[in-house]
């Protein structure tokens, strides 16, 4: 396991966490998710959709499918999506820590792990919305932890690519809608708002596609 690497994965993670956390502001808050939802929604486009194809030539059905069945789910209840999401998080953790094991660390890098990984607890936490404090930041913490498992128990790839893609279709729609939802609730008649989400959502692609492109 590269020691270092998993260390700096999980710290930024949970840090991500602590930081959307201890923004009481609602204002600041929700410009802070739409810093996650645009680096969660850039990543699954430029990372975890990219690695599930590789090898398995359905990839794209399976992403299909996890998207239809969170739309199924989002009709049955609004948190069976989000904590299917939080589990597409926790499952491209489980594979950032399956590769691990092979990444070449340097200062470059570990930039890189910083920005792909800050943004990631603050979704995570903000995902696990109406849950108490002290349950999000335990679960925040348990999804982090799949970072080290995987590097010590990886998965064979048969079953690995298929459960990505899957993670993938359920992360992107769910990160979507989540933004609609956001845009719907905070920028009617607002302009200055409006603004200010487009500008957040915006460069949180951008972090997520940069990070991305250093890792």
């Known amino acids: 396991m590269n020691l270092l690497a998993t260390v700096l994965f999980v710290s930024a993670e949970l840090l991500g966490a602590v930081i959307f956390w201890a923004t009481k502001d609602t204002v600041k808050r929700m410009l802070l998710s739409c ?21 398995f030539p359905y990839a794209y059905l399976v992403v299909i499918l996890g ?40 200062p470059i890098v570990l930039i890189g ?16 919305e109406g849950k108490k404090d002290k349950t999000r930041f335990i679960m925040s913490g348990l999804i982090s932890l799949l970072i080290p498992l995987g590097a010590l128990a990886p998965i064979p790839e048969e079953i690995a690519k298929p459960i990505t ?43 997520g596609t940069v990070s991305c492109l250093i890792c």
């Open 35 to 55: 810093l996650g939802l645009g680096f969660a929604c850039s990543i699954v486009i430029t990372d975890i959709i990219p690695d599930s194809t590789e090898n």
């Open 67 to 106: 998207i239809a069945s969170m739309y199924l789910a989002s009709k049955v209840g609004k948190f069976i999506g989000k904590y299917s999401a939080v589990l597409g998080m926790g499952f491209h953790n489980f594979c950032e820590g399956v590769v691990l094991t092979a990444m070449t660390i340097n």
């Open 113 to 128: 792990l910083v920005l792909h990984k800050l943004p990631e607890g603050m979704v995570t936490f903000a995902l696990l």
């Open 165 to 207: 893609a899957f993670a993938a279709g359920v992360i992107l729609f769910v990160v979507s809608t989540s933004m609609i939802n956001i845009v719907t609730e905070h920028a009617k008649n607002n302009e200055s708002i409006t603004s200010k989400i487009a500008t957040m959502s915006f460069m949180g692609a951008i972090l």
